[in-house]
């Protein structure tokens, strides 16, 4: 297949990410991954498509030249527009199922199980003293943890990496661990002990490479997964890191990308090329809109002595540039009224500002985001609003949330718990604050009707005073989620008992 059309294309769309040499350690070497080497001695040769894919821009950008690409406006507002839209209203800490169940001292069994890992928690080196038994005291503590860590902070900063660069990672920094960055981080009492963390950081991609993966057996779970990575040097366990790919790619670019998935501004870099074509062109088409035309004898009025036709070169230029200089309002062309004409020539600029808008909106469509987010642009006509676009984005939102976001939070509160307390509470959930909000008329009005429909159920014996807490302690949007339901109910207040008279 030497030599077949569109090899060269596809050699270079599957070609493995080489990253800076002082990313791997000393004398490190990943095997390359063969199977990349088969695809294109394959299917190179029917590979039309591959010149395509790099005249788009489709194939892996480069750490450096995504960097570069950020620099522009037009790339880094949608990366942090949702990146912060993703954590505007952050998360709200919750327990669920009753208080105090599965604690530390509170049954027989002091063995745990892991509901993520299954890996054993021995309880049992747990003081009970040491673990708060109020739900409010627990959350509290929790919140004042990802204060004191800035995790609302670091989670924005990790999506506009993995957006920006399509990969990012944040590093679990435990005190005394020089050394054991190889071996597995295990989220249980026995790897990370109480007052342990240290700090949580992010880690650039472009320092990172992977160390090994699998690409042997595609019924391993390991398959095409990093189970180690390269840090500037130092060989790092994939647990210790945690990482999140928004746009993933198949598992035959993946050596390309570096194991990451598609950058946002590598996606935006075709809309974004039309826009500024566009804009440039309709600013060179107003600034030249207009033509300055003179009509003049210039062969018969130019003639040399001998007869023969000679134009005046220096002649004419000298005197467009007298009428150049007097074409404000204020100058006076003297012009030949037999020989010279002189008019104004333009050119319709209808459609311009379409043309433009149109290119700008290509923009908006690839991270779908609302115009009047990304560009402040409000719709036009009447009855026009952007609340159903806006609705729609917000839902594309909770959807990056519960897909990227979710599951490096719930290893920070994994990590979190076991450095407060060496345990880790299986009923302490968190949940997405929606960016839809209501009004507090309309929140107090939602909340009047539920306590309705309690006491009509409690009256009528569908539930009990008891199971009517549970459900205001579970519900997200209640004012009750943090209630303790340990304690017993308090009933209602004994009527007044009148003393007889005497």
């Known amino acids: 297949m030497a030599g077949a059309p569109g090899m060269d294309a596809a050699a270079a769309l599957f070609a493995p ?27 190179g040769g029917g590979l039309a498509w591959g010149n395509g894919l790099l005249a788009e821009g489709l194939t892996f950008r480069g750490y450096p030249t995504l960097a570069a690409m950020m620099l522009r406006a037009e790339f880094r507002k949608p990366v942090e527009i949702i990146a912060r839209e993703a954590t505007r209203e952050w998360i709200r800490l919750r327990i669920v199922g009753p208080q105090g169940e599965g604690l530390p001292g509170t049954t027989p069994e002091n063995m745990q199980a892991d509901t993520q890992g299954g890996l054993p928690q021995d309880t049992q080196a747990v003081p009970p003293q040491a673990y708060p038994r109020d739900a409010a005291v627990r959350l509290r503590a929790v919140e004042q943890a990802f204060a004191r860590l800035e995790v609302r902070d670091l989670m ?10 399509g990969m990012g990672h944040v590093w679990i920094g435990l005190k005394a661990t020089a050394g054991s960055e190889a071996l597995p981080l295990r989220l249980t009492s026995h790897g990370v002990g109480r007052g342990q963390l240290e700090r949580l950081s992010l880690i650039d991609p472009v320092w990172t490479t992977p160390a090994e993966y699998n690409a042997l057996n595609p019924l391993a779970a390991d398959y095409y997964r990093p189970t180690g990575w390269w840090v500037q040097g130092t060989q790092v366990h994939a647990t210790r890191l945690l990482s999140m790919v928004p746009y993933e790619v198949p598992d035959l670019l993946k050596p390309a990308y570096n194991f990451g998935g598609l950058a946002l501004p590598q996606m935006l870099e075709a809309s974004v090329q039309n826009f500024l074509r566009t804009r440039q062109a309709v600013s060179d088409m107003i600034g030249n809109y207009a033509t300055r035309v003179l009509r003049t ?3 018969g009025g130019m003639a040399d002595p001998g007869g023969a036709p000679e134009i005046d070169a220096e002649g004419v230029s000298a005197r467009l540039a007298a009428m150049s200089a007097w074409q404000s309002s204020n100058g006076t062309f003297v012009l030949d009224r037999e020989t010279e004409d002189f008019s104004i020539s333009t050119a319709s600029l209808t459609g311009l500002s379409d043309l433009q808008a149109q290119a700008q909106e290509f923009m908006a469509a690839v991270p779908g985001i ?16 952007s609340e159903g676009e806006i609705r729609v984005f917000y839902d594309e939102i909770a959807a990056f949330q519960q897909a990227h976001m979710a599951p490096v939070l719930r290893a920070l509160l994994r990590v979190v718990q076991l450095d407060l307390w060496g345990w880790i509470d299986p009923a302490l959930e968190f949940e997405f604050v929606p960016l839809w909000q209501m009004s507090e008329q309309e929140s107090a009005a939602v909340e009047r009707q539920k306590a309705d429909m309690d006491e009509i159920n409690i009256r009528s014996g569908k539930i009990t005073p008891a199971e009517a807490r549970a459900r205001e302690a579970a519900d997200g949007t209640s004012l009750y989620r943090t209630l303790g339901l340990r304690p017993a109910a308090p009933g209602p207040a004994a009527p007044a008992v009148q003393k007889a008279s005497s």
């Open 297 to 299: 004898d210039m062969a």
């Open 370 to 385: 609302p115009l009047v987010k990304l560009f402040g642009l409000q719709p036009q006509g009447l009855n026009a609003s």
């Open 156 to 165: 924005r900063r990790l999506v506009a990496q993995a957006l920006g660069y």
């Open 17 to 43: 990410y080489q990253p800076p040499s002082s990313v791997r350690g000393a004398g490190a070497v990943l095997a390359q991954d063969s199977m990349a080497s088969a695809v294109w001695d394959h299917a």
